[in-house]
């Protein structure tokens, strides 16, 4: 594996933000010339699954400007610094749908798209939910509505593109897979 290392020649800042910053590094590739490679640096994100009593997702709807449109998709957020992931689950499952959990379990951590980005997402499974008696506040600038779906709504939302993103789409592929083998 050493033989596909590219070693980093320079490392510049170029923007310094909220959620990411971006950084252009010349690199030296394993053949010996040199290339540029744009980094976005991200401190990661959970991602939650949650499970209602009733066996329904719970699911988000919210306006992704990158997009210019809404997606449907599952409670998510960054991990704030010094911040455990599954704090960070918690935290995020209150916020954006007023549940809490007895039961939350880490299934698996990804990259979102290693191609140009560090982002590690923490994907985990809630349940046993509990409605909050006082719902926690958003953050500042979040706007939302909550749902509760069947598996099979949410197969036919990524059928429509309602639920286009990655960590969602998997999270329903994998309540599939999980149904299936039970």
């Known amino acids: 594996m050493d033989h596909l290392i590219e070693k980093t020649l320079s490392s510049k800042e ?20 040199t290339s540029t490679r744009e980094i976005v640096k991200h401190p990661g994100a959970v991602a939650v699954i949650a499970i209602t009593p009733e066996d329904k997702i719970l699911m988000v709807e919210q306006f992704r ?20 992931p599954d704090a960070t689950a918690r935290r995020e499952l209150e916020e954006e749908t007023g549940y809490t959990c ?8 990804f990259y979102t798209s290693p191609g140009f980005a560090d ?17 926690a506040d958003l953050d500042e600038d ?3 509505d909550v749902m509760e779906v ?8 990524i059928q429509t ?22």
């Open 102 to 109: 007895k039961d939350l379990q880490p299934l698996i951590s």
């Open 65 to 84: 400007k990158p997009l210019g449109r809404t997606l449907v998709e599952i409670p998510a957020g960054k991990l704030e610094k010094g911040e455990q």
């Open 150 to 157: 069947t598996l099979d709504e949410a197969q036919e939302m």
């Open 119 to 135: 982002e590690l997402v923490h994907l985990f499974i809630a349940e046993n939910l509990e409605k909050l008696e006082i719902a």
């Open 14 to 33: 170029i923007f310094k933000g909220r959620v990411i910053d971006l950084y252009v590094e010349e690199v030296e590739l394993p053949n010996g010339k």
């Open 161 to 182: 593109k309602q639920i286009f993103d990655a960590k969602t789409a998997f999270a329903v592929q994998y309540l599939q897979l999980k149904k299936h083998f039970e």
């Open 142 to 144: 979040e706007f939302l």
